[in-house]
């Protein structure tokens, strides 16, 4: 399979069955923007789902907060991100198009009459780069001009440490610990692209764990090696995925250390979650900006210092992503092409396909019955429509792990199918044991 192709039929597969659909499509479509459609929602609220419970709720030194998108603007003054979250941009005075300056695909020297435009090929017509701020910028209040301008915060992490010390004294957490958010970011990226890869308006799921300077660096090595951890148990290709270490150049303004995590996508090894080293540049900043202390008192020691955070900082969108590409296979089976979504059945939007294998000697009476008894402990879709061959081809295709199926046995001794998606071999399995059945081999 060619790689581009790959992509592309994994954006028409998205499509198709309701992962993900361009926003406002009617109108054309806004650019970078995606909506999740019924399963593309299930899959990526299972990822969430399956993060949070690792951070929380299997963990007693981990809270979570939910803080808000908008926030004080001083925040993003002591963040460092009025100043430095920029990238260099080129314009073309030719086409219009934006790129940023350090684009691959340009050729001279943006500013100089050599550069050429990747888009419409004129040379000499790209600007010297301008440093150009990332931030959705608004305004609170309903007067515009008197309004105060605020931000639709590209990171949630300033979120949680604004918040340090109200979960700090509210929980009575003791350093080290961590707290941990789930929310939307924004970037206004020049260029985002590559399907919902770089998008202008995508999740975060991070976590920052404060500890004490001089633990730092024992911590970080923790925290990456149980993050790559977590990616393999969701069952994500062990092969495709690696770390790449910061070099001093490609350090963000606040890390001493960092990795991603990057997974070889069709396009290319791309980072999908970074585990930083932050010092103490955050709580320092910010105590500095707001003027209120934000140093911990140790009980055990009596010292006071002003904790360094790990941070882990994974896409929800871009996981989803990786879920969905790593997931996708085209084989052969009984000289019959198929397509199948292999997640793990953890994340899998539906659990169980049910079918009557004919619609007719009560056969869809007692399947509905059993969806209707699965349904009140997972998603699961029942389909009386064309051959079982194609009712389970389209579940494949879905990403469904188990197909039941009602036949002739049924009736009499009240057993069904179960067919595994990934290994297509078919158990018997008690109708009144189905529930234990599946249970066991979701993985929850
Ligand atoms: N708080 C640290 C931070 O935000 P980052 O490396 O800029 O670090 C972390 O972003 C993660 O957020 C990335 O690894 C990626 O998964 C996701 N992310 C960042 N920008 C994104 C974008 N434009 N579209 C989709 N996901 C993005």
Redesign the pocket.
């Known amino acids: 399979m060619a790689n581009a192709n790959v992509m592309d039929k994994i954006v028409s597969l998205a499509k198709r069955r309701g992962y993900v659909f361009q926003s406002s499509e009617i109108y054309g479509g806004l650019g970078s923007v995606w909506d999740y459609g019924p399963l593309g929602v299930e899959l990526k609220r299972n990822l969430k789902e399956r993060w949070w419970r690792s951070m929380i709720y299997e963990r007693d030194d981990i809270e979570g907060v939910d803080a808000a998108i908008l926030m004080h603007p001083k925040v993003w003054e002591a963040s460092g991100h009025v100043a430095g979250f920029t990238d260099p941009l080129v314009d073309c005075k030719q086409c219009k198009n934006r790129f940023r300056a350090d684009d691959p695909r340009i050729k001279g020297t943006p500013g100089e009459p050599d550069a050429q435009c990747p888009t419409c090929g004129t040379k000499g017509n790209l600007t010297a780069p301008r440093m150009f701020n990332l931030m959705f910028k608004t305004f609170m209040g309903p007067v515009e001009e008197q309004a105060a301008v605020v931000y639709l915060r590209p990171?949630?992490?300033q979120g949680i440490y604004v918040n340090y010390l109200n979960v700090l004294q509210s929980s009575r957490q003791k350093v080290p610990f961590g707290i941990a958010q789930i929310g939307k970011?924004f970037?206004n990226?020049i260029t985002?692209g590559n399907f919902?890869?770089?998008?202008?308006e995508?999740e975060?799921m991070?976590m920052q764990f404060f500890v004490k300077p001089g633990d730092d660096e024992r911590w970080f090595e923790e925290w990456r090696a149980a993050r790559m951890q977590w990616h393999v148990d969701l069952g994500i290709t062990a092969a495709k995925l690696r770390f790449h270490q910061h070099t001093a150049d490609e350090l963000?303004h606040y890390a001493k250390a960092a990795f991603?995590i990057e997974y070889e996508f069709p396009f290319g090894w791309h980072?999908?979650?970074?585990i930083?080293n932050r010092t103490d540049f955050d709580l320092g900043r910010h105590q500095q900006h707001s003027g209120k202390k934000l140093d911990y008192l140790d009980p055990a020691t009596n010292e006071r210092f002003v904790p360094y955070i790990i941070?882990t900082?994974?896409?929800a969108?871009?996981?989803a992503l990786v879920a969905l590409v790593d997931a996708y296979h085209e084989e052969e089976v009984e000289g019959e092409p198929r397509v199948v979504l292999r997640f793990h059945p953890a994340i899998a939007p539906i659990k169980a396909g049910v079918f009557p294998l004919v619609k007719k000697d009560g056969m869809p009476e007692v399947a509905t019955r059993i969806a209707a008894d699965l349904r009140r402990e997972m998603p699961v879709f029942y389909d009386d429509g064309g051959s079982i061959g194609r009712r389970y081809r389209r579940q494949d295709e879905a990403g469904t792990p188990f197909g039941v199926t009602v036949d002739g046995q049924t009736l009499e001794d009240q057993t069904v199918t179960v067919r595994d998606r990934d290994t297509l071999q078919q158990t018997r399995v008690g109708v009144d044991k189905l529930r234990t059945f599946l249970r066991e081999r979701l993985g929850w």
């Open positions: 990171e949630t992490a970011a970037r990226e985002p919902t890869f770089r998008t202008r995508f975060q991070e963000a991603d980072e999908f979650e970074g930083h941070e900082s994974l896409g969108d871009r996981l």
